[in-house]
């Protein structure tokens, strides 16, 4: 089976070629590496040419700069595997993850098959830090995984687990028929969920997702730059507000409680990140853009189903239902500067209690 490998890449000069390599060493051979260059200002796109040449198992796309979505949507289009795996330019692969990932769709019959992952932190270009979570391997219908059926929602586990399916498309394989005769495609109008909105939408035309406990995947975070999930700008929300909706159309009626679940999650951390120091909102500003956000649809809509895990932080949602929005801003600063001063991830401090 024909496998396709899609590696957005946008001035990516510096980390590309450990990205390729990593999936040019694969031990399952049969492979396409579509590279898409995303309108590089640097040397990326020679870097890209220069691999086309060395492997004629490389494919290489040079767009002008359109974002991530339009260049996977443009891999898409060319691709021509049975499976499809998409890889970020600044993280790598275990030489093994295509072959089982493969072995793992076939043997268990499943429409998509996802690994857990390695993180790597760096700063000023060394690596400071490393981190992973364990899984059960297992296969799971998408109908019980859209539910909250035997969905533990005191296990952190599991809710990392259901969480990495629902919401990346790096580390797992996808059968590519499903996604062309679906048109499924990502929503370049978002610059912000719109790998949520088309993982999720996917998962309504398959039956069954298989979950793997080996780490294949390693994703790599730059601590000198902010990662885009937790970047503050002024239309986050809508961003989120178009790829909740777009969730509940591409869905229909289906049950989908752990989704909204889900999105409640997302819509809290975007709360809470109105104020950090790098948002573009003055205090006044994020106290006004909240009480917006908490009169929304998709707010009280997903919020129905905001649950507060073992250990989590209670008082933020706690002001938000009883509409104490001012004292909840100033208790969404105080987290926010606690985060700063004690150089703690802005991602897991939005949600953790103190003592963790």
């Not at 000069?13 to 390599?21: A, F, N, Q, S, Y």
């Not at 443009?74 to 600044?90: E, H, P, S």
């Not at 990392?160 to 005769?181: C, E, F, M, P, Q």
């Not at 035309?205 to 000198?224: A, Q, T």
Request: aromatic share 10%; hydrophobic share 40%; glycine share 6%.
């Amino acid at each position: 089976m024909l496998v396709s490998v899609i590696i957005p890449v946008y001035n990516a000069e510096k980390v590309l070629p450990g990205c390729i390599d990593s999936v040019l060493n694969q031990s399952y051979g049969n492979l396409e590496i579509i590279l898409i260059n995303d309108g590089s200002t640097d040397h990326t796109g020679s870097l890209c040419d220069r691999y086309k040449t060395m492997d004629n198992r490389v494919k290489v796309c040079h767009q002008n700069n359109a974002g991530p979505s339009a260049a996977r949507n443009n891999g898409i289009k060319v691709a021509q595997g049975t499976y499809l795996m998409f890889v970020d330019a600044d993280d790598h692969v275990d030489t093994t993850i295509v072959q089982r990932l493969v072995d793992a769709i076939e043997t268990n019959n499943a429409g998509l098959a996802v690994c857990t992952y390695k993180s790597h932190l760096f700063s000023n270009g060394k690596e400071v830090a490393t981190g992973s979570f364990q899984v059960e391997s297992g296969t799971i219908s998408t109908e019980q995984f859209l539910s909250l059926d035997k969905f533990d929602m005191e296990n952190a586990q599991a809710v990392r687990a259901r969480a990495h399916v629902a919401g990346n498309v790096w580390g797992r394989l996808y059968v590519l028929d499903t996604i062309k005769s679906n048109g499924l495609l990502f929503n370049t109008k978002l610059t912000r969920y719109e790998d949520i909105s088309f993982n999720i939408c996917y998962l309504g035309y398959i039956n069954d997702i298989f979950v793997s406990n080996k780490e294949l995947y390693h994703y790599c975070v730059n601590s000198d730059q902010s990662s885009l999930s937790d970047r503050v700008t002024k239309d986050k929300f809508d961003m989120l507000v178009s790829s909740y909706d777009a969730v509940l159309h591409g869905l229909g009626d289906r049950k989908i409680d752990y989704i909204k679940y889900y999105y409640s999650y997302i819509i809290m951390g975007c709360i809470i990140r109105l104020f950090q120091d790098t948002s573009p909102f003055s205090f006044r500003e994020a106290f006004h853009e909240v009480k917006t956000i908490c009169s929304s649809g998709a707010y009280k809509d997903a919020m129905r189903y905001y649950h507060i895990a073992k250990g989590g932080s209670t008082l933020i949602p706690f002001l938000l239902e009883r509409k104490l929005f001012l004292l909840a801003s100033l208790a969404a600063k105080m987290r926010m500067l606690e985060a700063s001063w004690g150089n703690k991830p802005i991602r897991q401090w939005c949600f953790s209690s103190k003592s963790e």
